[in-house]
T-cell receptor
């Protein structure tokens, strides 16, 4: 059974600081997805990582994938309040399918 | 605009009642999914459908039923057998054969049992 674990589950940080969210998964996968969720809202796709060593950046967020270590990171650079949200990583249950197993989420709060 | 429409956004139900949540997509996607989210938790898969007239149980299918009579529609019925149905329900779709395998989500339906 695929397990996807994120840490930390909750992160409170000051504006301007850097931090990294980690996503570990238990079975082989060469795809991983990061989503953002604002309170009471749906999920918004942030990054699609499709191979070992993949790195993608959008603004102050950068995601990477190490399929050998079964680890993805979401790095936040110089955080701003607008980044406050819950971030989820998700991994396909099998290589050929699109059924995703989600991590428990990391709730990020950026304080002024 | 292409997208996924879920309705209603908010729904209140009395115990013992069945309710049906609607999910319609105009993205021409083959696959559709229903996820459940409890407060402060991740998403859990209820049912999915890869093609019309076919669907499979996910991790938490008990107390739920679905149908897939049309490509664009994948309604979810929450039956009285679901013991704790209060949750946020998210519908998603994806295109089979798409190398990215990306899921696109609707806006969600929040169900509260009174």
């Amino acid at each position: 059974e695929l397990k996807v674990e994120q840490n930390p589950l909750f992160l409170s940080m000051q504006e301007g600081k850097n931090y990294t969210i980690y996503c570990n998964y238990s079975t082989t996968s060469d795809r991983l997805y990061w989503y953002r969720q604002d309170p009471g809202k749906s999920l918004e796709s942030l990054f699609v990582l499709l191979s070992n060593g993949a790195v993608k950046q959008e603004g102050r967020l950068m995601a990477s994938l190490d399929t050998k270590a079964r680890l993805s990171t979401l790095h936040i650079t110089a955080a701003v309040h607008d980044l406050s949200a819950t971030y989820f990583c998700a991994v396909p249950e099998n290589p050929a399918g699109n059924m995703l197993t989600f991590g428990g989420g990391t709730r990020l709060m950026v304080k002024p | 605009d292409g997208g996924i429409t879920q309705s209603p956004k908010y729904l209140f139900r009395k115990e013992g009642q069945n309710v049906t949540l609607s999910c319609e997509q105009n993205l021409n996607h083959d696959a559709m999914y229903w996820y459940r989210q409890d407060p402060g938790q991740g998403l859990r898969l209820i049912y999915y459908s890869q093609i019309v007239n076919d669907f499979q149980k996910g991790d938490i299918a008990e107390g739920y039923s679905v149908s897939r009579e049309k490509k664009e529609s994948f309604p979810l019925t929450v039956t009285s057998a679901q013991k704790n149905p209060t949750a946020f329900y998210l519908c998603a779709s994806s295109q089979r054969g798409d190398l990215t395998g990306e899921l696109f989500f609707g806006e969600g339906s929040r169900l509260t049992v009174l």
